[in-house]
């Protein structure tokens, strides 16, 4: 079974995914972007 080191990166308009072999190659990358919320004021 192959074992692999994953690399999370979540920032404010998305977060992506890589997953790197013992070697150091990439073996996949993910992307997703995420939605932006606000807060109302009042006063």
Partial sequence: MQ?????????????????????GAICGI???NSSKFTQNRVG
């Fill in 3 to 23: 074992q692999y080191i994953p690399a999370i990166d979540s920032g404010t308009t998305g977060h992506r995914a890589i997953l790197f072999n013992h070697e």
């Fill in 30 to 32: 993910a992307h997703r």
